[in-house]
Nanobody
Framework: QVQLVESGGGLVQAGGSLRLSCVAS????????MGWYRQAPGKQRELVAT???????MYADSAKGRFTISRDNAKNTVYMQMTSLKPEDTAVYFC??????????????WGQGTQVTVSS
């Protein structure tokens, strides 16, 4: 089994910054991809930023220039630095990862989510 645990959410004023972290743990042989999605009330979950299988960072248009994704492969951890936050960034942010387990199977995993609230 693989677990993803997010941290770093909170309440911030518009224009402020937050840094999200996500740690993957469990029976991990290799993390193939890892990134962040978000879901606002009444909306579908959407990609924010992710590292692809090739290791390339990819951003949603709404995140480009404001959010930066980074990772520590040795710690199976991904971070997302969010700056110039806007009220429309308010959402639950979920970590997602495609992991190959020690047993050789690949699976797609989600964290429990962390709330980000941006006040105007």
């Amino acid at each position: 089994q693989v677990q993803l645990v997010e941290s770093g959410g909170g309440l911030v004023q518009a224009g402020g910054s937050l840094r999200l972290s996500c740690v993957a743990s469990g029976s991990i042989f290799r993390v193939n991809a890892m990134g962040w999605y978000r879901q606002a009330p009444g909306k579908q979950r959407e990609l924010v930023a992710t590292f692809t299988r090739a290791g390339t960072p990819m951003y949603a248009d709404s995140a480009k220039g404001r959010f930066t994704i980074s990772r520590d492969n040795a710690k199976n951890t991904v971070y997302m630095q969010m700056t110039s936050l806007k009220p429309e960034d308010t959402a639950v942010y979920f970590c997602n990862s495609e992991v190959m387990s020690i047993g050789g199977t690949s699976g797609d995993y989600w964290g429990q989510g962390t709330q980000v609230t941006v006040s105007s």
